[in-house]
């Protein structure tokens, strides 16, 4: 009986870590996965070994060659060492996944009283669909109304000229690329053309639907919509310099008391 007492207090461990782990179903364990903005439950997991899945929002690199991955919401981040970036041979962690929706694996920890997840191989690190969970985002098609004018499925207008010559569509449309070369700041939409249109036909519907009073200077007004999620980032110089984080809110002007868009791009 006393030689029994070993091999049955192994079988009670093993199974007191399978009920608080899981059990895959080729019998790996299951890791708790929990999600970046999810601040109570990144809290209530320190010290133990997990998958955190969010949108990365700025990367940074260091002096020293560590690199560093932020998550969305500002609750947790990513370190990788020196000698780890090194194994990634398709490119660096802060470059490859700058604005991507990611998972990774590793061991929750505190640094500086910040929470960090230490990234140690290309093993522990994947894409996510951009969509994965959710709908594809919305695009929309303007519809020519004049030589040089368009209107929106919202009834937004653009028409004229920017001071540069280019229409209201064409000025639009550089704030669906990064220009790093640009002096400061200059917020890129994510998704292209038709997805910045729709962005955009959203947020002004959002300020119609909670009746905002717009901020009025003389012939021009403006908007400042928070979306509640990811629209863009920040690029230009400035973007460069802070690593591009991303962008939640839609800065909007418009012709005063009209639909006329003068320029729009994400804040």
Known sequence: MSRSKPAALLVLIVLGLLVRYGVGREGEAKLNRIKA?????????LGQE?????????????????QFLNFYGKQVSVFCAKDDVAQFKDGKPAD???????????????????????????????????????????????KQVGREAWMSPAGLRYQGHDPEGRTRVEHILRHTRDIPDRDGPHGVFDG??????????????????????????????????????RVGYLGGRTGKQRGHPALDRVFIVFETDTKNIVTAFPR
Not at 50 to 66: A, E, L, N, R
């Open 96 to 142: 490859l996944y700058k604005g991507k929706q990611i998972e990774v694996i590793g061991k929750l920890s505190l640094f500086n009283g910040k929470l960090q997840i230490k990234l140690t191989t290309p093993k522990n690190i994947k894409l996510l669909l951009e969509t994965a969970g959710r709908s594809p985002p919305k695009t929309v098609e303007l």
């Open 50 to 66: 997990v998958t955190i899945y969010g949108s990365i929002d700025s990367t940074g690199k260091s002096s020293s060659g560590h």
């Open 192 to 229: 292209g053309k038709g997805v910045a249109f729709a962005v955009i036909d959203e947020a002004w519907q959002i300020a119609e639907r909670q009746k905002r009073r717009p901020n009025a200077e003389d012939e021009r007004s403006s908007y400042l919509i928070r979306m509640s999620r």
């Open 37 to 45: 903005t999810n601040a109570g439950e990144l809290r209530g997991s």
